[in-house]
């Protein structure tokens, strides 16, 4: 078996139509190689990378400080059950709590598995009698079957009822809807502080801090899922540091570890005790590699200045689709903080996406008409104006 990518494109998608299960759209090209922003094809071509992991890659493509970490420890230890201490787990819970809100850490493999582990804690420090969860519509929190329930869009439940009982929907941005909601059984709120599937919506002033006030009048647990705008995605460690409003649960995974598969959910101490010994467990979670690289991540952010630099990203794209909307009236809104950019289009966006890659850059489209891009933190001034000005084109030129 080959150690590196030997075959052209179209060899390994043939090798996928026959061994691989086609749950996914895939573009036609197999990816080889990445090094910063860009990324090579097995043909040798190399493209700027605009949406490098669908947001895990938020320090580029295999960046050094986590590469070295993570060589270090596959050669030390690579993995034990979680009935043994890994020092590497307390430092990485630790570098997490400190930048935070003081939580306690529970270590899972992804987004999903740390919603689902939020969700089961909710219930269990909660009263008895309170098991509903108030989530929002164009939410995303998963494809497994809770994390599913909870994401508030009917194209995502098709086909797989009955869903998990407990889980009701609010317009998000509406208090008083959230308001109605709630009851004796109700026993959290859980919410993206700033919806990323959904289409990059940011919440109406106010908002965030009106839920937290729900919770503390009604007794219930305020889950912020950061899943994608945890980790200095947004110019500061979590969303929830823009708004001035501490949730008891957080949610983490995507840009945890640099590109390793890594997520974990932050509680508040006396509510992380509910979550007691036999009630909940990931086997794979907080292995020595992810927390390694988890905390090279870190490191690497308050190393190198990144924060500040996401929040300068973040303003060369809001200047630049500014000054192209009242120009363009393709453009709707630009909606923009840190490195989660959204573009929202009075047309479907998909060949947009499509005319990028075909000039060498690569983009997302979410709820079909949202150009969404989450860009590395240290994405450089002349990589982000090269990659505004293709997507400029790209719009210019769809009539």
Same mark, same amino acid.
């Given at each position: 078996?080959?150690?590196?990518?030997?075959?052209?494109?179209?060899?390994?998608?043939?090798?996928f139509?026959?061994?691989v299960?086609?749950?996914?759209?895939?573009?036609p090209?197999?990816?080889?190689?990445?090094?910063?922003?860009?990324?090579?094809?097995?043909?040798?071509?190399k493209?700027?990378?605009?949406?490098?992991?669908?947001?895990?890659?938020?320090?580029?493509?295999?960046?050094?400080?986590?590469?070295r970490a993570?060589?270090?420890?596959?050669?030390?230890l690579?993995?034990?059950?979680?009935?043994?201490?890994?020092?590497?787990?307390?430092?990485?819970a630790?570098?997490?709590?400190?930048?935070?809100?003081g939580?306690q850490?529970?270590?899972?493999?992804?987004?999903?598995?740390?919603?689902?582990?939020?969700?089961?804690?909710?219930r269990?420090a909660?009263?008895?009698?309170r098991?509903?969860?108030?989530?929002?519509?164009?939410s995303?929190?998963?494809?497994?079957?809770?994390?599913?329930?909870?994401?508030?869009?009917?194209?995502?439940?098709?086909?797989?009822?009955?869903?998990?009982?407990?889980?009701v929907?609010a317009?998000?941005?509406d208090?008083?809807?959230?308001?109605?909601?709630?009851?004796?059984?109700?026993?959290?709120?859980?919410?993206?502080?700033i919806?990323?599937? !959904?289409g990059?919506n940011?919440?109406?002033?106010?908002? *965030? @801090?009106?839920?937290?006030k &729900?919770c503390d +009048?009604?007794?219930? /647990?305020?889950?912020?899922?950061e899943?994608?705008?945890?980790?200095?995605?947004?110019?500061?460690?979590?969303?929830?540091?823009?708004?001035g409003?501490t949730?008891d649960?957080?949610?983490?995974?995507?840009?945890l570890?640099?590109?390793?598969?890594?997520?974990?959910?932050?509680?508040?101490?006396?509510?992380?005790?509910?979550?007691?010994?036999?009630?909940?467990?990931?086997?794979?979670?907080g292995n020595p590699?992810?927390?390694r690289?988890?905390?090279?991540a870190i490191?690497?952010?308050?190393?190198?200045n990144?924060?500040d630099?996401g929040?300068?990203? !973040?303003?060369?794209?809001r200047?630049?689709?500014?000054? *192209? @909307?009242?120009?363009?009236d &393709?453009?709707? +809104?630009?909606?923009v /903080?840190?490195?989660?950019?959204g573009?929202?289009?009075s047309l479907?966006?998909?060949?947009?996406?499509k005319?990028a890659?075909?000039?060498?850059?690569?983009i997302?489209?979410?709820?079909?008409?949202?150009?969404r891009?989450?860009?590395?933190?240290?994405?450089?001034?002349a990589?982000?104006?090269?990659?505004?000005?293709?997507?400029?084109?790209?719009?210019?030129?769809?009539?």
């Amino acid at each position: 078996m080959a150690s590196a990518a030997t075959s052209s494109s179209a060899e390994t998608i043939e090798l996928f139509k026959k061994y691989v299960i086609a749950n996914y759209n895939r573009y036609p090209v197999c990816l080889v190689r990445g090094e910063g922003s860009y990324v090579w094809d097995a043909e040798g071509n190399k493209y700027l990378d605009l949406f490098p992991g669908w947001g895990c890659n938020l320090l580029g493509h295999c960046p050094e400080p986590v590469v070295r970490a993570v060589q270090e420890q596959v050669a030390t230890l690579i993995h034990v059950p979680n009935t043994w201490y890994m020092e590497a787990q307390g430092l990485w819970a630790q570098a997490l709590s400190t930048r935070s809100f003081g939580g306690q850490a529970f270590f899972c493999n992804s987004g999903a598995e740390a919603n689902e582990a939020a969700i089961k804690l909710a219930r269990l420090a909660t009263p008895k009698q309170r098991y509903k969860i108030i989530t929002f519509e164009n939410s995303f929190h998963g494809r497994t079957l809770g994390a599913l329930t909870a994401t508030a869009q009917p194209k995502y439940h098709e086909g797989v009822g009955p869903l998990v009982a407990g889980f009701v929907y609010a317009p998000f941005g509406d208090l008083d809807a959230v308001a109605k909601l709630i009851d004796g059984e109700t026993a959290a709120i859980m919410i993206e502080p700033i919806q990323g599937e !959904g289409g990059v919506n940011i919440p109406p002033p106010g908002f *965030l @801090q009106g839920l937290r006030k &729900l919770c503390d +009048d009604h007794g219930l /647990l305020l889950i912020f899922d950061e899943v994608q705008t945890g980790c200095g995605r947004t110019g500061h460690w979590f969303g929830y540091q823009h708004f001035g409003v501490t949730p008891d649960i957080m949610t983490l995974a995507k840009a945890l570890c640099g590109g390793i598969a890594g997520g974990a959910m932050l509680a508040k101490p006396e509510v992380a005790s509910s979550l007691r010994p036999g009630t909940h467990a990931a086997t794979f979670g907080g292995n020595p590699i992810a927390a390694r690289a988890g905390v090279a991540a870190i490191e690497m952010i308050e190393q190198e200045n990144l924060l500040d630099q996401g929040k300068r990203i !973040g303003d060369i794209f809001r200047q630049r689709f500014t000054e *192209l @909307q009242r120009s363009c009236d &393709l453009i709707r +809104d630009v909606r923009v /903080l840190g490195t989660m950019i959204g573009i929202e289009l009075s047309l479907d966006g998909a060949p947009i996406v499509k005319a990028a890659l075909e000039r060498k850059l690569l983009i997302n489209c979410t709820h079909s008409t949202v150009l969404r891009l989450l860009p590395a933190l240290n994405l450089t001034d002349a990589q982000a104006h090269e990659g505004c000005d293709i997507i400029a084109e790209c719009i210019k030129n769809h009539r």
